[in-house]
């Protein structure tokens, strides 16, 4: 049995009572207010959950990371970079980057991020702690993502792409414009190939959140993100991965 979170909105059980399988599930109840969803991730858990469940909480082990400067990059994509014509930017549509996350996974096998959720994040990005990068083709939003920012950890939630490669440039996107503030990891939660394609590694989950601990701190400057254009990925990278 899982427990039941309580009223109080910093409350979590140790993720060390987070159940093998399903791989995470810690606890389930509480609420998606700002204090309990920030407690959360600076404590290695997010929710997850479908419109037929209760609100549930998840902290798996092994996490599936991006360590900023060994983000794949293939020389087909280092070709696209090139010939692109996307325009980036930062915090400038963080509502509808949800939006089409939320409609990517309806197409496709129903959502997690529903409409609580969407309303949850919003508050959360209102509040200064979740944060959208977005990819544009003239004025046309074509791809973006959004995650959580604990310290120097940008947890990622999700991401989009109505055309080929939007996704993924967002992805760079983030690394270039926040590697230089001090990012020390990209969290991406749950491993599965095509992170791994990327470049995503696992680590366990005691190290993941003896880093994220030692990271809550060390924050990240309010001037990387205030909603601006941002550049493009750089062509040229410390690609560790080869």
Not at 54 to 76: C, K, N, Q, Y
Not at 95 to 120: E, F, H, K
Request: hydrophobic letters at 40%; glycine letters at 8%; charged letters at 15%.
């Amino acid at each position: 049995m899982i427990p039941r979170l309580p009223a109080q909105p910093d409350y979590f059980p140790p993720v060390t009572q987070a159940l093998r399988e399903p791989n995470g599930l810690l606890a389930f109840g509480g609420d998606l207010s700002v204090p309990r969803l920030k407690a959360a991730y600076e404590r290695g858990i997010f929710p997850w959950f479908t419109p037929q469940d209760p609100i549930l909480w998840w902290s798996p082990d092994p996490r599936a990371v991006f360590w900023p400067e060994t983000l794949h990059v293939g020389m087909t994509m280092r070709k696209f970079l090139r010939k692109s014509c996307f325009r980036y930017s930062v915090n400038r549509d963080f509502a509808q980057v949800i939006a089409q996350c939320a409609a990517l996974q309806r197409s496709n096998q129903g959502t997690w991020i529903t409409p609580d959720m969407q309303a949850a994040y919003l508050e959360l990005h209102q509040a200064g702690l979740a944060h959208s990068i977005e990819v544009w083709r003239g004025k046309q939003l074509v791809g973006g993502l959004y995650g959580v920012l604990s310290g120097s950890v940008f947890c990622g939630e999700s991401m989009f792409h109505t055309e080929t490669n939007a996704s993924k440039c967002a992805l760079l996107a983030l690394r270039d414009h926040l590697l230089p503030a001090g990012l020390t990891l990209i969290d991406c939660q749950v491993p599965n190939s095509h992170l791994e394609s990327l470049g995503a590694q696992t680590m366990n989950r005691n190290d993941f959140i003896g880093h994220l601990q030692h990271q809550i701190a060390h924050r990240i400057e309010v001037s990387y993100l205030v909603p601006q254009e941002i550049p493009a990925p750089s062509i040229v990278i410390n690609d560790k991965t080869g």
